[in-house]
């Protein structure tokens, strides 16, 4: 048989019953389709996390510093000196220790019975820059600067969560809160902390404040970088803050972004993957069912065939290339639909659809060899009838 003729014929039989057919390729069209977005949904899910984690984890870096009262690892003027490495961004430095932690904090030094006079919180030092650094901003009044360190100035900065238990809404008329027995005039609010939430709830004085509480050296410093830039920076960091004592320096640097993109795909093509599995398996026992019925119908068809001289190889080779178009047919279908699904998602939730050019071609083969295993069967039962027993 020409192959030309061979597929005219298995293109008419598909096309004989148009309904059948179309209902049979619906299988396909479900499996095929589940697998893309699948897969689309996954690779563009994981590079939107990924995206949001390079934004806020990938760029920020976070150094302890062991305490050494004799000789500091750490000086106030260092961490000032990283802003001159390349893809540092913002630096700032904390300092606390374990009597600042738990003070008894008062808005006033009115002695009120019924009412709840003193919280405890946690006093800490730093440097000018800590609202960039800590990604956060001065929901009122301002943060201190150089001049209130070097003048000496009882100044403080209250976190946004520490104002509301003091019960500090304005700074019109100059609060203050009293720690130990001192007064400290509260000059700023600091909220919307990206990082380091405890400093919402904390008490922030300048560093040459800090003596009154035994805070005398960095603690703590956090720094900030451009994308990329943090496993190049969080190698230098510790030759640049104590070049004597390097090791000795605890450096938190930002996971592999790649780990974590890997890691939402792998989940969420463990959720949906079997599901387009099962799919694909439904669609090929329809195929192979439709195909089976199609070669009982055509009984004397294939006998009048095998009696004009067809081989059983072309008997076999029309009904394989049927369920094979069928298949194929719900691939390219079920292909463009996910892409499609895919694509409206992303537009949704707007997002960046991740669309791998493989998948969309694979998609289609995928479909056809569902449709060739599918109707193996029926194509072997139609090539193993014999002449004389298809005619009777």
């Known amino acids: 048989m020409d192959p030309r003729d061979l597929w005219a ?18 299988g396909t069209v ?11 949904i996954a690779a563009t899910a994981g590079n939107q996390i990924v995206g949001r984690f390079d934004e806020l984890t990938v760029t920020t870096i976070s150094v302890d510093v062991p305490q050494d009262k004799k000789n500091p690892l750490v000086t106030w003027k260092a961490p000032a000196e ?47 820059d800590l609202p960039t650094a800590a990604k956060g901003r001065m929901v009122k009044g301002r943060f201190f600067d150089d001049g209130h360190d070097r003048r000496g100035e009882r100044v403080a900065v209250l976190g946004e969560q520490a104002a509301k238990l003091l019960k500090i809404s304005g700074l019109e008329k100059a609060p203050a809160v009293f720690i130990g027995g001192r007064a400290y005039t509260v000059i700023g609010i600091l909220g919307d902390l990206r990082r380091e939430q405890i400093l919402g709830s904390a008490v922030i004085v300048p560093r040459s404040v800090g003596a009154d509480f035994d805070i005398r050296h960095v603690s703590r410093v956090l720094i900030n970088t451009s994308l990329g830039a943090a496993d190049m920076i969080a190698k230098q960091v510790p030759t640049a ?3 004597n004592r390097a090791p000795e320096l605890h450096v938190a640097a930002p ?95 707007e997002w960046t659809p991740v669309l791998d050019l493989q998948l969309a071609l694979l998609a289609p083969v995928a479909g056809a060899v569902v449709g060739l295993l599918a109707g193996l069967y029926p194509a072997l039962r139609a090539a193993r009838m014999e002449p004389v027993d298809a005619l009777r």
């Open 255 to 349: 996971p592999s972004p790649k780990r974590a993109k890997e890691g939402v795909e792998s989940d969420v093509n463990s959720l949906f993957l079997i599901l387009g599995l099962v799919s694909l398996v439904v669609g090929a026992v329809g195929i192979a069912n439709v195909t089976l019925v199609t070669v009982m119908e055509r009984v004397a068809e294939i006998g009048l065939r095998r009696s004009l001289g067809a081989a059983r190889r072309h008997i076999a080779g029309q009904f394989l290339l049927e369920s094979t178009l069928i298949g194929l047919t719900g691939g390219v279908i079920g292909t463009s639909v996910g892409v499609v699904a895919v694509v409206a998602v992303s537009a949704i939730r």
């Open 82 to 128: 990283l802003t001159r490495l390349r893809g540092v961004t913002s630096v700032a430095a904390i300092a606390q220790t374990d009597k600042s932690t738990n003070l008894a904090v008062k808005a006033n030094n009115l002695v009120d019975p019924t009412a709840v006079s003193e919280q405890s919180m946690t006093v800490l030092a730093a440097t000018p």
């Open 9 to 26: 014929e298995a293109l008419a039989g598909v096309l004989a019953r148009p309904v059948r057919s179309a209902l049979t390729t619906l």
């Open 30 to 40: 479900l499996g095929i389709t589940t697998l893309v977005i699948t897969m689309g």
């Open 241 to 243: 803050l104590s070049p």
